[in-house]
């Protein structure tokens, strides 16, 4: 079962997923659709982490990479 995270989380992760997709070329709305699913997302059990499992590996990394704080990193590793 996953934790739903606190709203500072939520949010951190969001972010951080909104400036990976952001960094693609949107010529065939791909990144929009993507966009989309992550604001839809509701700060609720492990929907954050979709936002980190949208990603290959090589993001995932990055993903993590951008992670400034130690508690969102610490969630994320748990929960992921």
Do not use: C, G
Not at 3 to 24: G, R
Not at 38 to 63: C, K, P
């Amino acid at each position: 079962m996953y934790e739903t995270p606190s709203q500072e989380i939520y949010e951190d992760m969001k972010k951080v997923a909104t400036e990976i997709w952001n960094t693609y070329d949107n010529e065939f709305w791909y990144v929009d659709e993507k966009l989309d699913k992550i604001n839809s997302l509701e700060n609720y059990a492990d929907n954050v982490a979709i936002m980190y499992r949208m990603f290959d590996w090589h993001n995932q990394r990055l993903f993590i990479e951008k992670i400034k704080n130690p508690e969102v990193l610490e969630y994320l590793l748990n929960n992921k």
